[in-house]
């Protein structure tokens, strides 16, 4: 590793001050990414400015219902809040799924929001990678590409965010809260990760120094019909090969509201408004179903290695709905360990 400064912010004005003088210094909170990113010389900050004494660790009604989910709220603590777990078990499910219990102790949900893909190129500095080295190309196209994107995807870049939160947080429509030099703005959840287009280095739409402070959840969870089904190639430890985040609000046997969102399949997560309003007032039975994975994968491509994924997304799309509207979610708890 080579060499840096350590900064400790104490609150929020602090963090925006420091990082605005060092455009090259990075945040870090529970640094489950940042640190092993610099080990392989991928990310080299001038600075690393630790965030984790800001007050940014609670979880907060909000007025008008929903919730405020404090940046530095660690995995762990919020896949366990109880007003997670009761109104939003898509989301306590999704950070279940993700990482182990040990990582998810450290992780924090801001960073979480950041973590970077896990393309294998992008952590070799001996391969060309457009993300890492713009311009440099992209080793995945003719390469290892079984994990990469079917939709979405460019010449420039294949990869897919790997966060399993991210993908109940787009179905959810949650809002990410930042601070940086000229003041707050909120952005919502669908706006915030970016797909590659010509600067695949940028993976999300944060302006330089600004600090996520929080993120909101709407007052809609669908806490009753639900699922967040992960497929990988082992059943703990391991990114998505593929994985639905799916919401359904019941009228009887009819879809009021629908919503969908995967994750493994893009470089953001993956929402589609036409797959949504293929399911608003229909039937919750499989074909139905079926034409709202038929909308959403319609421009779906696969590369040498992960055309699999094509029809793996659709039957997990299928499965996850058939578990919401039985309400029989897929389980991905375990006993909490401290
Ligand atoms: C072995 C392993 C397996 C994993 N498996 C999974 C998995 O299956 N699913 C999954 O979703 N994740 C998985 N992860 C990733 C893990 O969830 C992330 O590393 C973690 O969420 C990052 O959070 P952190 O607080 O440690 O971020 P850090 O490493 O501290 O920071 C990550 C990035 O975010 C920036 N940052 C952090 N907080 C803020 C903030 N408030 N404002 C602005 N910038 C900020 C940092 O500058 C940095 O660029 C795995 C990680 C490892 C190491
Ligand atoms: S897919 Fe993206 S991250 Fe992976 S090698 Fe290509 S440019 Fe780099």
């Known amino acids: 590793m080579i060499g840096f400064q350590y900064a400790r912010a104490g609150n929020v004005a602090d963090a925006v001050r420091l990082i605005a003088g060092d455009p090259i210094a990075k945040f870090v909170a529970g640094g489950t990414n940042l640190i092993d990113l610099m080990k392989m010389d991928?990310?080299?900050?001038?600075?690393?400015?630790d965030i984790n004494r800001l007050p940014l660790k609670e979880v907060e009604d909000i007025a008008g219902g929903g919730l405020r989910v404090g940046a530095l709220v660690r995995n762990t603590d919020l896949a366990y809040h109880p007003f997670v777990e009761q109104r939003y078990p898509v989301l306590a499910s999704a950070v279940?799924?993700?990482?182990?219990?040990?990582?998810?102790?450290?992780?924090?949900?801001?960073?979480?929001?950041?973590?970077?893909?896990?393309?294998?190129?992008?952590y070799d500095t001996a391969t060309p990678c457009n993300k890492r080295a713009p311009g440099s190309g992209c080793s995945a196209i003719g390469g290892h590409n079984?994990?990469?994107?079917?939709?979405?995807?460019?010449e420039a870049c294949?990869?897919?965010?790997?966060?399993?939160?991210c993908v109940a947080l787009a179905m959810l429509e949650a809002k990410v809260h930042v601070t940086g030099a000229s003041g707050e703005r909120v952005i919502a959840f669908a706006e915030f990760h970016r797909l590659p287009g010509d600067t695949p280095q940028r993976d999300t739409n944060l302006d330089a120094g600004e600090l996520i402070t929080a993120v909101e959840l709407p007052p809609r969870g669908f806490a009753t019909n639900y699922t967040y089904l992960k497929v990988r190639d082992r059943l703990s430890y391991?990114?998505?090969?593929?994985?639905?985040?799916?919401?359904?609000?019941?009228?009887?046997?009819?879809?009021r509201e629908g919503r969908l969102a995967?994750?493994?399949?893009?470089?953001?997560?993956?929402?589609?408004?036409?797959?949504?309003?293929?399911?608003?007032?229909?039937?919750?039975?499989?074909a139905t179903f079926a034409r709202a994975a038929e909308v959403l994968l319609r421009d779906a491509k696969g590369y040498e290695h992960n055309s699999f994924k094509i029809d793996l997304a659709r039957r997990c799309i299928m499965r996850?709905?058939?578990?919401?509207?039985?309400?029989?979610?897929?389980?991905?708890?375990?006993?909490?360990i401290v």
């Open 42 to 49: 991928v990310e080299r900050p001038t600075t690393v400015i």
């Open 96 to 122: 279940m799924a993700g990482a182990s219990q040990q990582l998810r102790n450290m992780a924090s949900t801001g960073g979480n929001l950041l973590q970077r893909t896990r393309c294998h190129y992008f």
């Open 146 to 154: 079984r994990m990469h994107a079917i939709l979405g995807a460019n």
């Open 158 to 165: 294949i990869a897919v965010h790997p966060s399993d939160m």
């Open 238 to 255: 391991a990114f998505a090969l593929v994985s639905v985040a799916v919401g359904l609000e019941l009228e009887g046997d009819t879809i």
């Open 262 to 286: 995967l994750g493994g399949v893009a470089h953001k997560p993956w929402r589609d408004p036409q797959a949504e309003a293929a399911l608003r007032g229909q039937p919750a039975e499989t």
């Open 320 to 336: 996850a709905f058939t578990q919401a509207a039985r309400g029989t979610p897929q389980s991905q708890s375990s006993k909490k």
